[in-house]
C-alpha cells in the first residue's frame, strides 16, 4: 500500500515542444513510452460516484492494475490511495489487492459489474529530476486522448509525481517551468474526465461553487477555502476560454476572478494576500471585462437595437460591433496565455498553504457580522436619491451591491433566514445589472461612430436606450425601497 502525492498541470498542445526543450535542461535523459489504460466501472458509474478509479495499464508487454481513491486535492495538488500489482491479462484481479482496503473501498456486490467503461491512449515522456531542497520527483509529460465508446477528448497535460522529498518542490519545480510555458493547476483527473465522456456529459464552463464553512474556523482559514474555491473555478475555465469558442468560458472565468478579489478585499486587515500576483489577477479580470461587456453588446444587445434600422447602416454597425468584440477577446486571450499566469495562480496556491498553516486568527462568525452589517449600510447610504443620481454614482452604488453579494455568497450561510432577503437582494442586483448593460452600450455606440458614417443613427439608438433606461430607474427605485425595510439575517 502507498500514497500518491502528485501536481498536475494543462498544458496547450501548442506548447508541447517548448515543455520538452525546458525539461531537457534537467539533463536527465527522458523515458518514452505508449501506454494504455482501461478503467472499470459498473453501468452507473458506482465507483466514480464514490471517488474511486480502478483501472488496468498496459506497459510494453506487462498489465498492471492499479486502484486509486479521489483522496485531497486543490490546485492541481492531490494526495491519494494508490494501491498498485501486476495481473496476467487485462481485468482487475482483486486476489491481487490487500484484502482488508479493498473490500471498504469496492463492494463484493458492485465487482460482477465491473467492465471497462473508458480508456486513456496516450505517449509519456517521462524525466527524474531533483529539485532544488534535493526532492526527487518524476516529471511526466503525457498527450494522446481519452475515449469512451465513439467519443473522445484530447489529453495534454504534464504531471510531475512527488518520489521523495517535500510537497512544496513540486509547485517549485513548476514554478520554474512556468516561468517559459503557461501550465495551469488542473484539478480534474483523468478518471474524472473519463467517467464524464463516458456518462455522455460534455464539457461545460464551471459555475462557482461555495465551499463549506463553520462558524467558529479562523477568518483565514474560512478565506483560505474561498480562495481555493475562486481559483478552481478560474483554473478549471482559462483551457475551454484559451481552445473553444463558448463565450460563456470568458464570462465564468471573469466570475472567478471577481469573486477571488472580492474575498480578498473582505479579508484584506485579516490575511493580505500577495500584491503583485493579486495585481496581475486585477489586470486579467480588466481584460475579460471589456471582452465580455462587447459580449453581451453583440450577441444580447445589437439584435434588439439595429433591428428599424434601414439596412445599409444595419450592415456597418454589426461589422464595427462584430470587429470591436474580436479585438477585445483577442486582447483577453494574449493576457490571460501568458505564462505569468500560471505563476501567479502557483504562487497563490503556495501561499494559501502557509495561510492554512499558520495560527488561527479572528473567529469567521464575529468577523463576518461586523463585515456584513458595514457592506449593508454602504449599499443603504449609495442607494439615497438614486433616481436623482448621476451615472457615476449608480455605478458606485452596483459595485457596493456586488461585494455585499458576494459576501453574503460565501457568508450567508453561517445565518439562517436570509431566503426573503436574498431573494429580493438578487433582483436588485440583476436590476442593476441590465442598467449597467444599457449605460455600456450607450458608450460602445460612440466608439463604433469616430468617422460619424452611421449618420444619425448613433443619437437615434442612444435615445432609445434613454428611454429604456429611465423606465428601469423607476423599477429599481422601488426595489430599493423595499430592499431597505428588509431585516438582514445577520442581526
Not at 29 to 39: G, H, K
Not at 47 to 54: D, E, P
Request: hydrophobic share 45%; with cysteine; net charge positive.
Amino acid at each position: 500500500m502507498s500514497s500518491e502525492t502528485e501536481l498536475k498541470l494543462w498544458l496547450n498542445p501548442a506548447d508541447i515542444e517548448t515543455f520538452r526543450s525546458l525539461a531537457r535542461l534537467g539533463r536527465a535523459r527522458p523515458r518514452e513510452e505508449a501506454l494504455r489504460t482501461l478503467y472499470f466501472d459498473t453501468p452507473d458509474f458506482t465507483l466514480a460516484s464514490h471517488g474511486i478509479a480502478l483501472r488496468v495499464r498496459r506497459t510494453g508487454r506487462r498489465w498492471v492494475q492499479t486502484l486509486k481513491t479521489e483522496g485531497e486535492k486543490s490546485g492541481g495538488l492531490s494526495k491519494r490511495l494508490e494501491l498498485e500489482t501486476p495481473v496476467s491479462k487485462p481485468m482487475p484481479d482483486f486476489s491481487r489487492l490487500p484484502a482488508g482496503i479493498t473490500d471498504k473501498l469496492i463492494k463484493k456486490k458492485w465487482r460482477t459489474r465491473l467492465a471497462p467503461v473508458y480508456e486513456t491512449r496516450f505517449r509519456r515522456t517521462a524525466w527524474n529530476l531533483r529539485a532544488p531542497d534535493g526532492s526527487r520527483v518524476e516529471v511526466a509529460l503525457d498527450v494522446g486522448e481519452i475515449v469512451a465508446g465513439k467519443k473522445s477528448e484530447p489529453l495534454c497535460e504534464v504531471e510531475l509525481e512527488l518520489k521523495a522529498g517535500s510537497a512544496e518542490a513540486l509547485y517549485g519545480l513548476a514554478r520554474t517551468f512556468a516561468q517559459k510555458v503557461l501550465l495551469i493547476p488542473l484539478d480534474a483527473s483523468k478518471a474524472e474526465r473519463g467517467a464524464r465522456l463516458a456518462a455522455g456529459k460534455p464539457r461545460r464552463p464551471a459555475t462557482a461553487v461555495m465551499p463549506e464553512l463553520a462558524s467558529d474556523m479562523p477568518a483565514c482559514a474560512a478565506f483560505a477555502r474561498i480562495a481555493r474555491a475562486c481559483l478552481a473555478q478560474l483554473q478549471a475555465n482559462l483551457p475551454g476560454l484559451l481552445q473553444a469558442e463558448d463565450p460563456e468560458y470568458l464570462h465564468q472565468a471573469r466570475v472567478a476572478l471577481r469573486r477571488l478579489r472580492s474575498a480578498a478585499g473582505l479579508f484584506r486587515k485579516a490575511c493580505p494576500p500577495p500584491a503583485e500576483e493579486m495585481g496581475r489577477m486585477a489586470e486579467l479580470a480588466r481584460a475579460l471585462g471589456e471582452a465580455r461587456d462587447w459580449d453581451v453588446f453583440v450577441l444580447v444587445g445589437l439584435a434588439g437595437m439595429i433591428e428599424p434600422v434601414p439596412s445599409a447602416q444595419k450592415a456597418l454597425l454589426a461589422r464595427r460591433a462584430h470587429a470591436a468584440r474580436r479585438k477585445a477577446r483577442a486582447a483577453a486571450l494574449a493576457t490571460a496565455r501568458r505564462a505569468q499566469t500560471g505563476v501567479d495562480l502557483l504562487t497563490l496556491h503556495c501561499w494559501l498553504n502557509e495561510l492554512e498553516a499558520a495560527p488561527g486568527r479572528p473567529v469567521l462568525a464575529r468577523m463576518a457580522t461586523k463585515k456584513l452589517a458595514r457592506l449593508h449600510e454602504a449599499v443603504l447610504a449609495a442607494a439615497e436619491g438614486f433616481s436623482e443620481q448621476t451615472p457615476a454614482q449608480r455605478h458606485a452604488l452596483r459595485i457596493r451591491v456586488k461585494r455585499l453579494r458576494y459576501a453574503l455568497d460565501y457568508l450567508g450561510g453561517l445565518f439562517g433566514g436570509h431566503g426573503k432577503f436574498a431573494a429580493c437582494f438578487a433582483d436588485l442586483q440583476d436590476e442593476l445589472g441590465e442598467l449597467n448593460d444599457g449605460v455600456t452600450a450607450r458608450r460602445f455606440l460612440g466608439l463604433l461612430n469616430p468617422d460619424g458614417r452611421l449618420g444619425t443613427l448613433e443619437a437615434q439608438l442612444a435615445g432609445s436606450l434613454d428611454a429604456r433606461m429611465q423606465d428601469r430607474i423607476a423599477g429599481i427605485d422601488g426595489t430599493l425601497r423595499e430592499f431597505s425595510r428588509l431585516a438582514p439575517p445577520w442581526r
